[in-house]
């Protein structure tokens, strides 16, 4: 006994500036946290004090301890001379944990008790609240000491350990279904310890919040004790340069391993939940029609998706005759959308695809709107069969032009032998008008393509190219170019790169077809043209109003902009010649980042006005909604009823001065 | 002076290759787990978006100091610095080579980044995405980044002068720093860390300059202290030191000095706290009630669910609540189909000026004091009590998903409070602005639902009534008991986590059988019939738009201009303009400040005209929205934020 004493005496003496230290700076640290507590805006109790003292000031006081203690003494060799002594060296090791076990608790239950003596103005303490915060607390603390006591232990690998342990629990955290505030040590002193005044801690939390100390306190006694402490006393020297930065590397290399590995619960599988669906039992497709009256509109649907997926299936089938596997399909009912506008909802990877859209019957739905429909579906699932490869841009408008194909796969004679009667074609020819004709650049950035002349113009210039192919190379040449682009899976890695590098556009057509691709092109064009001059189709695209548009940002008061868009009417086509008395006109707007993207329809904010086509100036104003170095997008839109569809007349991306 | 440099650069070589390893190991790893062709620069370069950067300056600071505490320390605790001296090189010479050492590799470690950065974005052939890359932002980026870690680097050249100890206050000027510019961002080019968050102007990169120079000068002092300290006269300095550490009084006296400067910082943190706890200088928020701290007595009182502390002097206020308490919390119970809970503490003594009451588990404070009249407080009370049965019945999940959810804990909570305490006309006030929101700025359940997207650009306050009418069309398309269903969902064993919005609603609704789509759907149709109700309303409520149109040393002034006439007098008679700011998107609630407007004219120029001290503002931009409140109960509506010069 008088040997223990004795070396509590030493530690006492060896470590008394340090313990007047904390003795004077932990009350001050004990304020501060009070004060910043008390004003902080979403405080709900005093007691928060404790909360924020157990987190950040008893594991200071612990790794403060544990230095003077532990490290110091290994890293000044002194423990020899205590080890020279007529006492066993686990004594010594126990003296210092002990000591600095009862110093850390006793810091921990004093803040305990000056929150509850602070909170006993504002809230009842009883006697069970009081114990639950009691066995919070020293839990937490037996486990923070007991690390920060075997820490000191490792030397010069402590800090390397303590930055690794950090990105462990990080990583655990980030990338597993393990909880780290509802685990071990931290649920001790989260939220609940001031807040559940009822239910004990959870007993798994409270066992491996033991334990954990526990193991720290064995592993403590093995670095201390083995080899007669020689282990400890060789970690205790000072790290290189190099050890360091060796540490370092493997540290990146962890964290770099951590990004790759993910073990996550999954969640269940999408499903819809409500009796109003129907299923198809020849694809994978479900349709939400939420009310009864939309029963027969689902049934229609479904028949014509069923017809449109099941053959999709069976054409980009594999060369051993088997037929691809479709994604699960969804659709749901929104009547709160119009015929024309469809919205994808995210899924979680194979959950498939998942469509809005208001396909109850009415006039915009049958004279166009099914039809879009039926074409963006299948884009969707063209992108979700390649693992979202199909909208690579350099093909995307691939793409855009075969779903537009397939879904109007049946009416393909029909646009041929009628094209003043097919609105995709119409659209196309109304595109490529006056030598705008379809260019390589054009297609290879089809993003800008797409912004420029709006999706539905765009799309339609693509399924124009589709149809050319047809009519040239017969319709094996344009399931032979689908089947090379979307039966086969596309890997997440640089090989997809790689094999994007070896087949561009060119070697696609080439290889695929046996057709140059700016022969292609020119044929293509050609036969735009041909179309063009047909009469039928000339005297409907006179009746499209050709308009321009005209962004200005005028300045207003001080730095106020007012951005100010003009649509100027073709003289000759005014509201008269047009046979109309107005149109609408769509101002789509939205301010942008410094780095550009697509933007998506649903992005963009919409004014929409009525305005009369007897006047061959229409302005519109944005006042004071962007201001200097802010970047915007406009679009102006002017519905066409001969086209179906809005035509684009202005499409800017423009920094605001 | 070549040699030692080159020397000092092979001694730095281990660190300048675990530099580059730490900014560039995605270099490695993004072509075996990405297709480098579909992805932007700004997915590879996170630290370039606006309002982005400062995260790379935890990277550059560990760097910083690392090289600073490798340059001297050593060479003098080893004694090596003697064969430096025994060499015919000055000791100015030695020391500039080792601080350009220094720099160089900090400065190469930053050159690398962007130099692997651009050879992984180059190989997206895209349009947009594809041509993100600028050689002038990329090189401001550099110019930023090398100027930052250099500071550290001067800043650690001085610091490692007391080896280990000069980490301590070190890390307490950057707290105080901090903390001086939360109280107020006047204080905020103090904080070197702001260089690193990058503001653009269009798509140039705006450089703080008079930071950039400020710091740069105060470097300058760092380096020129450092050459005195180690390798001043006869290392007088360095002696001294030495000595200090190994007489006990030395080291008495370092204790001290440790003691005294954790203790300064200790009584600066004091003041700055008391400082930050001064809300008159907050500007005025819609919600703010005016109220500033009093002193008062307390009483207490208990009823079967609650316990409740309440100010002595407003006593009947207090009990006219308390007597109806146990049967709200029934009625809720019910509704929620919850379990009893524990008992409900409640502290009616709440003063604060950003909320009528918080509440987290089964504790809430309400504002007793601050409450306009009964009903208010009931409704007010009402909603904090969901909060309490939200917590417990999700078991806490609620609040762990607040990005998700945070729409519909408050949605819910308001929800209920109408349905517990009904008030037709705040309830129709509240749906209008839901309305206007809804028609005006399309915000669909994808942004709603996903509380970081709302924020960006819309008013934070919208979770409010947007969720109340989210929750109705829930329990129209689930049941009426499908809230607490919902909360249970979220509590349950095996629910995922971390999910995003979508997913994590797609999930929970599924759990309880039912359907989102179905539920996002009842609420569009809501909206459209709403919209139709109403249309006479949203005609006349008048869109705002404006920026600032002067601004001097003292105040800025934004001006507003109203795109039609106001809102007819008789029927909305308190109709009243706000002006909320804040720095950037990621900012919380309590750094918004807002200020009512002084109508200038509401006949033919319509303008409103908003003063804003100019100390509320420390970047070279900042965020502005402009709203109008037309219930004096309910919530204000407000336009998207915009971005505006400070000038």
């Not at chain 1, 980030?174 to 780290?180: G, M, N, R, W, Y």
């Not at chain 1, 032998?417 to 260019?439: E, H, I, N, Y």
């Not at chain 1, 780095?595 to 086509?613: G, I, K, M, N």
């Not at chain 2, 790379?56 to 560990?62: A, Q, T």
Request: charged share 25%.
């Amino acid at each position: 006994m008088d040997r223990i004493a004795a070396l509590l005496e030493k530690e006492l003496r060896q470590h008394l500036a340090t313990l007047v230290g904390l003795f004077l700076t932990l009350p001050m640290a004990y304020l501060i946290t009070v004060l910043g507590v008390v004003s902080s805006p979403d405080n709900i109790t005093v007691l928060t004090t404790h909360q924020v003292f157990l987190w950040v000031f008893v594991p200071l006081t612990g790794m403060v301890l544990g230095h003077r203690l532990v490290v110091v003494e290994y890293h000044g060799r002194t423990q020899l001379f205590v080890e020279a002594l007529p006492i066993r060296r686990g004594e010594m090791v126990t003296v210092k944990y002990v000591l600095g076990l009862l110093i850390v608790m006793g810091v921990a239950i004093t803040s305990l008790l000056f929150s509850s003596l602070f909170a006993l103005g504002s809230e009842p303490l009883g006697a069970r609240f009081m114990g639950l915060m009691t066995l919070r607390t020293m839990a937490y603390t037996f486990c923070v000491w007991s690390v920060l006591f075997a820490m000191g232990f490792l030397g010069r690998f402590r800090v390397p350990i303590y930055v690794g342990l950090v990105i462990l629990v990080f990583a655990l955290n980030a990338l597993t279904e393990l909880e780290l505030r509802r685990f071990g040590p931290f649920a001790m002193v989260d939220q609940q310890l001031v807040l559940e005044r009822v239910v004990p801690p959870p007993g798994s939390a409270l066992a491996a919040t033991l334990i954990l100390g526990a193991a720290w306190v064995v592993l403590a006694y093995i670095m201390a004790l083995i080899n007669e402490g020689s282990i400890a006393e060789a970690l205790a020297r000072r790290m290189t340069l190099k050890e360091k930065s060796a540490v370092g590397v493997l540290f990146v290399a962890a964290l770099s391993a951590t990004t790759v590995l993910e073990d996550r619960r999954q969640q269940a599988p999408f499903s819809f939940q409500e009796d109003e669906v129907i299923r198809s039992t020849t694809v994978p497709l479900e349709i939400l029609y939420l009310r009864e009256s939309a029963l027969s509109d689902a049934e229609t649907l479904r028949d014509q998706l069923e017809s449109d997926l099941s053959s999709l299936a069976h054409t980009l089938r594999g060369d051993d005759g088997r037929e691809i596997d479709l994604p699960p399909i969804r659709v749901a009912l929104r009547e709160s959308l119009d015929a024309t506008t469809f919205e994808p909802v995210g899924l979680s990877k194979n959950d498939g695809i998942l469509v809005r859209a208001n396909f109850r019957s009415s006039e915009p739905w049958e004279g166009g709107g099914n039809s879009s429909f039926r074409a963006f579906l299948i884009r969707e699932v063209l992108s979700e069969l390649t693992d979202g490869r199909a909208e690579f841009e350099p093909k995307a408008w691939i793409q855009d032009g075969f779903s537009r194909y397939w879904a109007d796969r049946d009416r393909l004679d029909s646009c041929r032998q009628s094209p003043a009667s097919c609105a995709p074609l119409l659209r196309a020819l109304w595109a490529t008008r006056g030598r705008r004709d379809v260019r390589d650049w054009q297609l290879e950035q089809w993003f800008r393509t797409r912004e420029r002349h709006g999706e539905e113009i765009a799309w339609s210039v693509a399924f124009s190219g589709l149809l050319v192919l047809e009519e040239r190379s017969g319709r094996d040449a344009v399931i032979a170019l689908a089947r090379r682009l979307y039966a086969r899976s596309a890997p997440s890695d640089m090989r997809e790169l790689v094999h994007d590098r070896l087949h561009p556009m060119s070697d696609l057509f080439e290889a695929t077809l046996g057709i140059p691709f700016d022969e292609f092109l020119t044929e293509w064009n050609a036969e735009l043209d041909r179309l063009r001059e047909l009469p039928e189709v000339a005297a409907v695209l006179d009746g499209v109003p050709e308009a321009t548009g005209k962004l200005t940002i005028e300045r207003d008061v001080g730095a106020i902009r007012n951005a100010v868009v003009r649509l100027d009417l073709r003289p000759s086509q005014t509201g008269r010649s047009l046979n109309l008395q107005s149109a609408v006109v769509s101002l789509l707007h939205r301010d942008l980042t410094p780095f550009d993207r697509p933007l998506e329809r649903h992005e963009l904010r919409r004014e929409e006005r009525l305005v009369e086509l007897d006047e061959l100036t229409i302005e519109l104003q944005l006042l004071g909604r962007y201001g200097p170095g802010m970047r915007i997008f406009v679009a102006l839109e002017l519905e066409s009823e001969r086209l179906g569809c809005p035509i684009r007349v202005l499409a800017e991306r423009r920094a605001v001065r | 002076m070549r040699t030692l440099y080159l020397k000092e650069l092979r001694a730095l070589l281990p660190l300048q290759i675990l530099m580059i390893l730490t900014n560039s190991a995605d270099f490695f790893y993004r072509p075996l787990t990405q297709r480098l062709d579909e992805k932007a620069w700004t997915d590879i370069s996170s630290y370039i978006g606006p309002g982005e950067g400062a995260d790379m300056g935890i990277s550059l600071v560990v760097f910083g100091l690392l090289i600073a505490y490798s340059l001297f320390p050593r060479e003098h605790d080893e004694g090596t610095i003697d064969f430096l001296y025994s060499l015919p090189v000055s000791r100015r010479a030695i020391f500039v080579a080792k601080v350009a050492a220094g720099w160089t590799v900090l400065l190469v470690g930053c050159v690398v980044l962007q130099l692997s950065d651009f050879t992984l974005q180059s190989q997206n052939p895209q349009s947009f995405v594809g041509e993100q890359w600028r050689l002038d932002v990329s090189a401001s980026v550099v110019l930023l980044q090398a100027s930052f870690a250099g500071i550290v680097l001067c800043h650690g050249l001085v610091l490692s002068f007391l080896r280990r100890f000069g980490l301590i206050p070190y890390a307490m000027g950057g707290w105080v720093v901090i903390s001086l510019e939360r109280v107020s961002p006047t204080f905020s080019y103090l904080n070197v860390m702001n260089i690193l968050t990058l503001e653009y102007d269009g798509q140039r990169v705006a450089i703080p300059w008079f930071e950039l120079g400020l710091h740069i000068a105060l470097a300058a002092f760092c380096v020129a202290l450092a050459y005195v300290l180690w390798m001043g006269r006869a290392e007088w300095a360095t002696a001294l030191w030495a000595k200090a550490q190994k007489a006990p009084h030395g080291r008495a006296a370092l204790g001290c000095a440790t003691v005294l400067v954790v203790i300064g910082f200790f009584v600066l943190a004091v003041i700055i706290s008391l400082g930050d706890d001064d809300e008159s200088d907050r500007g005025f928020d819609p919600d703010d009630d005016g109220l500033r701290p009093v002193s008062f007595s307390v009483d207490s009182a208990e009823t079967e669910r609650f316990d409740f502390t309440y100010p002595s002097n407003m006593r009947e206020k207090a009990l006219a609540l308390i007597r109806g308490a146990d049967d709200l919390h029934e009625g809720l119970r019910q509704r929620l189909s919850a379990h009893k809970g524990a008992r409900v503490i409640v502290d009616l003594t709440e003063q604060s000026p950003h909320h009528e009451g918080i509440t987290a588990w089964t504790k809430m404070r309400v504002g007793l004091i601050a409450a306009i009249d009964e009903a208010h407080l009931r409704h007010v009370f009402t909603h904090e009590l969901v909060h309490s049965f939200q917590f417990q019945e999700s078991q806490r999940r609620l609040g762990d998903n607040n990005r998700a959810t945070r729409f519909f804990g408050e949605g819910s909570a308001e929800y209920f409070a109408f349905e517990l305490v009904p008030n037709e006309s705040q309830r129709r006030a509240s749906r209008q602005v839901t309305l206007a929101a809804w028609s005006r700025h399309r915000i669909r359940f994808e942004v709603l639902a996903d509380d970081d997207a709302l924020r960006e650009s819309f008013d934070p306050h919208l979770v409010y009534p947007m969720g109340e009418s989210w929750t109705a069309a829930l329990v129209e398309a689930c049941g009426a008991a499908a809230p607490g269903r919902v909360l249970r969902a979220m509590g349950r064993e095996d629910a995922p986590q971390d999910l995003a919005p979508m997913a994590f609603w797609q999930d929970t609704l599924q759990a309880v059988d039912c359907d989102l789509e179905e539920v996002i759907g009842r609420w569009e149709q809501m909206m459209l019939e709403g919209v139709e109700s109403e249309a006479e309303f949203l005609a006349a409520l008048p869109r705002l738009g404006g920026g600032v149109a002067s601004a001097d040393s003292d105040e800025i002034v934004v001006l507003a201009a109203l795109d039609r006439a106001p809102l007819p007098s008789e029927l909305y008679p308190e109709v009243r303009y706000y002006l909320r700011v804040r720095d950037n998107p990621g900012v919380d609630d309590s750094q918004i400040r807002a200020f009512e407007g002084d109508v200038l004219s509401l006949g033919e120029g319509r303008r409103i005209e908003f003063r804003v001290p100019r100390d509320y503002f420390h970047g070279q931009r900042f965020q502005f929205q402009l709203g109008l409140r037309f219930n004096p109960r309910c919530w204000a509506y407000f336009e998207p934020w915009q971005f505006a010069d400070v000038q």
